[in-house]
């Protein structure tokens, strides 16, 4: 069986918060690179990553734009870690109607890291490329693909018994060894 | 569309209660640049040469550079300009962070401040939506407290603010704007707390457009990346522990005695230990792969951020030690005072009592130790009470006012305000005609493009100069290769030498360019990411002026000249230009002025230092000489005068 099929890529953005100098330069290439045409303007507003900063907790969080919701959350969230008190939602991705970040100042509209997806691919997204400091590294690595689920075994299996019984069990079989042959 | 620039300033009568975005001169750009170029034009155009800096006629102005918000690293200091009581000439400041670039995703290149508020207001600035807001709620507070309090109510962490704290609500001479642990000193603080303009909020969220996006954005990356990885910028002090330099050879007090051989290994090694203690991180500004400032949180004191030699004015004016400092700092950020001034102003007014001319009436309750002491001045000094409302108006009024021979004791003011500490044997002629004639008032503002010292081996110079990529012209080379004792330099390479640090503060000051990656850095290694070779291309690919190295000196010129016509009308004159008298142990007068009337020669001065007809019309700045010229400072232009 072909390797490749059964394996897929993995990028990641790892985060060390410690490392962070609260410089914002990735808000600045993420804006350029994401402006049209590429590198023409600079707007921090519409980069889809921002440094949650603040100098008197000493509070420095990049968080990269994840899944727009359509609601905000029931309930906020604050964290603290080693005695230091993050503010509101200060690790949450998402862009909702609670706040007005990650949404394009001028359309309303979600924005949404997309790693710098660029033809021919970039090495690593432009945010990385610009954080001196290794506050945020840019991993890509391959992982297996899980083995079908229980579900999903189960929706095969309808599905075959439905076919079997439209065009019979032979002709079911014969037409799955072909497909076999051909790939 | 502009490029890099928005193209409007915002416009505010705190008198009338107005604010009104108005576009700008296209040309403007092309001759002043924008920052303190542009912020000279404006004062010299609008404020008339006799008004009085605590006069609702001054104007307070924060400009952004020409270059902020592009993707040129390290481009985000923020200049305020204005008239100080202090000097009664122009104050130049200026503070890093993000304020500056906000200003510019907000839509504005400069805010213009005039008038007087009724009571303490702040103004919000969100885009298009611009509010003179009450402020009376935040009376009193701290600068940063302040900051962290308008974001709470205007519920948006990711507004800049600029604030002063209470000193500068007290319009005390060394009162300063801070903005989260930036901090512009000489003279700025004290004007906008006249005005009672408790801070500026600014949030932007709009785009700062450039002309030849790729070509700017592969230069900006280079750079960015030869910074991160250079140790030719950035502040050393935020790395190297060993500061030898300073305590060794800075005198301490009011500016008196040198200590050296102070520096020893285990006072290093104590102090190392008591800042990686408690510094939680180092941070940088806006868009900078530098990290200059230690941000410290002494148990029990507020978070503080310092760089540079603001680490070690207020222990060496004390004869104390660092954890002093440590402890100092943080208040007096929070009061918002100048570390450089400030010190002096204490150390100062101790010297006074020792001296009997003050008494221990003029200091009732004061502590006994030198720790107490400072603390309980700087206390007098941000409320106005006592000796402190004398002591506030900075060394050279108070020992005016107190007189009674406190007069001697200001031996370190040059134009009234307070030098760096620095004391020395010989004349350094550069440095006397950077002192003498410097109008950004403090030396670190003027010096720092040619190494302070030569090298000892002509193997050393030659290797230096064959990587320096920094020099505007091959002379400076030349003048490298020959210098070998301090003082032992020629009268024509000291002008050009002078004028060359000038130059790259002007240009840095007006595009918004960090001295130390820039103008300031040169002078230590000589290896600085920007220089007159490149930023013609920057400022191209940025704002698609045509520019070239010798349009940008010549901006340099004008812009310079402006600043001391500016000047010139309120007063300043050849007798005011005289470093402190025991700056150096050995002075030759006869030869200093010589090297004084040749400057002048050199930059197109006459003998009082005032800008020549012929200059001014050089330069484009007809329209000055005609205005010194109408007010009798210039005498009716005769052919061939320069």
């Not at chain 2, 991180?281 to 310092?306: A, D, E, H, L, S």
């Amino acid at each position: 069986m072909n390797p490749e099929m059964n394996t897929k890529t993995v990028q990641e953005i790892l985060v060390d918060v410690d490392k962070c100098t609260g410089c914002r330069a990735c808000e600045m290439a993420c804006s350029a690179f994401h402006s049209n045409p590429k590198f023409s303007s600079i707007n921090p507003a519409k980069a889809r990553i921002r440094v949650v900063s603040n100098e008197l907790t000493d509070e420095y969080v990049p968080v990269f734009a994840g899944n727009h919701t359509k609601s905000g959350c029931d309930g906020r969230h604050v964290y603290t870690i080693d005695g230091r008190t993050y503010s509101e939602c200060s690790f949450c991705r998402a862009s909702c109607p609670t706040r007005d970040y990650f949404i394009e100042p001028d359309s309303h509209l979600p924005l949404k890291c997309d790693m710098c997806e660029s033809t021919p691919p970039l090495k690593q997204p432009w945010c990385v490329e610009v954080c001196g400091e290794g506050a945020l590294v840019y991993s890509k690595r391959e992982v297996k693909r899980e083995e079908p689920s229980a579900a999903a075994l189960g929706q095969i299996e309808s599905g075959l018994q439905a076919l079997m019984k439209q065009h019979g069990m032979e002709a079911v079989i014969a037409r799955l060894k072909q497909i076999g042959r051909e790939k | 569309m502009r490029y890099a620039e928005t193209g409007f300033n915002l416009e505010v009568d705190l008198t009338r209660g107005s604010c009104e975005r108005v576009a700008t001169q296209p040309d403007l750009a092309e001759h002043y640049l924008g920052g303190q170029g542009s912020a000279a034009k404006l004062l010299w155009d609008r404020v008339p040469a006799g008004t009085d800096p605590f006069s609702p006629d001054n104007l307070l102005i924060f400009s952004t550079g020409l270059l902020h918000g592009t993707p040129l690293p390290a481009c985000n200091r923020t200049v305020v300009n204005t008239f100080s009581p202090q000097t009664n000439l122009m104050s130049h400041s200026l503070f890093g962070g993000f304020f500056g670039p906000e200003l510019k995703y907000a839509g504005y290149d400069k805010i213009i401040i005039r008038g007087k508020a009724p009571d303490l207001v702040y103004l919000y600035i969100n885009n298009d939506k611009v509010e003179i807001r009450d402020a009376t709620h935040l009376r009193g507070k701290g600068s940063t407290e302040t900051g962290d309090l308008l974001k709470t109510e205007l519920k948006d962490q990711r507004v800049q603010v600029a604030a002063i704290g209470l000193a500068g609500e007290n319009r005390v001479f060394m009162a300063t704007i801070e903005h989260n642990h930036a901090s512009a000193s000489r003279g700025v603080g004290v004007i906008m707390g006249d005005k009672r303009l408790k801070a500026i909020a600014v949030r932007g969220t709009r785009a700062v457009n450039v002309a030849r996006p790729a070509e700017l954005f592969e230069m900006s990356q280079r750079i960015h990346q030869k910074m991160a990885g250079s140790s030719g910028c950035g502040d050393w002090m935020a790395v190297d522990e060993d500061d030898s330099f300073h305590h060794n050879h800075f005198a301490w007090g009011n500016a008196r005695t040198r200590r050296p051989g102070y520096w020893n290994k285990e006072l290093q090694d104590r102090w190392t230990k008591l800042k990686y203690d408690n510094m939680d991180r180092q941070t940088g500004c806006y868009n900078c792969p530098k990290k200059c400032r230690n941000v410290i949180k002494m148990p029990g004191g507020p978070r503080f951020g310092y760089k540079c030699f603001g680490k070690d004015t207020y222990h060496m004016a004390a004869f104390l030690e660092l954890d002093f400092s440590y402890e100092i700092l943080g208040v007096a950020q929070e009061y918002g005072v100048d570390s450089y001034s400030t010190p002096q102003v204490i150390a100062f007014a101790l010297e006074l009592l020792e001296a009997g001319i003050l008494t221990d009436k003029d200091f009732p309750g004061m502590p006994a130790d030198a720790r107490g002491r400072f603390f309980y001045l700087l206390e007098k000094i941000v409320r106005r009470e006592g000796i402190g409302d004398i002591l506030a108006d900075s060394v050279s009024h108070a020992a005016r006012r107190i007189g009674n021979g406190a007069e001697a004791f200001d031996h370190n003011t040059t134009k009234k305000f307070e030098q760096l500490p620095i004391k020395l044997g010989k004349l350094n002629p550069a440095y006397f005609l950077m002192i003498a004639t410097g109008e950004k008032m403090s030396i670190t503002q003027i010096e720092g493009s040619f190494p302070q010292d030569p090298l000892p081996t002509e193997e050393q110079r030659q290797e230096f100069v064959n990587k320096w990529e920094a020099v505007p012209n091959e002379k400076f080379k030349q003048y490298f290769l020959n210098w070998k004792k301090r003082s032992d330099i020629s009268d024509e390479a000291t002008c050009d030498i002078v004028d060359w640090n000038e130059a790259m503060h002007y240009i840095d000051d007006s595009l918004g360019f960090c001295g130390f990656v820039s103008s300031f850095r040169g002078q230590f290694g000589g290896d600085v990411p920007y220089h007159m070779n490149n930023i013609p291309e920057a400022i191209a690919l940025a704002t698609g002026m045509e520019m070239d190295k010798p349009k940008l000196w010549k901006n340099f010129q004008r812009i310079r000249t402006l600043v001391r016509a500016v000047n010139v009308r309120r007063g300043l004159r050849r007798k005011d230009e005289r470093p402190p008298e025991d700056h150096w142990a050995v002075r030759d007068e006869k030869y200093e002025q010589e090297l004084l009337s040749k400057y002048y020669a050199f930059k197109g001065w006459n003998s009082d230092g005032i800008p020549t007809r012929q200059t001014l019309e050089e330069l484009g700045l007809a329209y000055v000489a005609d205005d010194l010229e109408k007010s009798g400072i210039l005498e009716p232009a005769v052919e061939g005068s320069r």
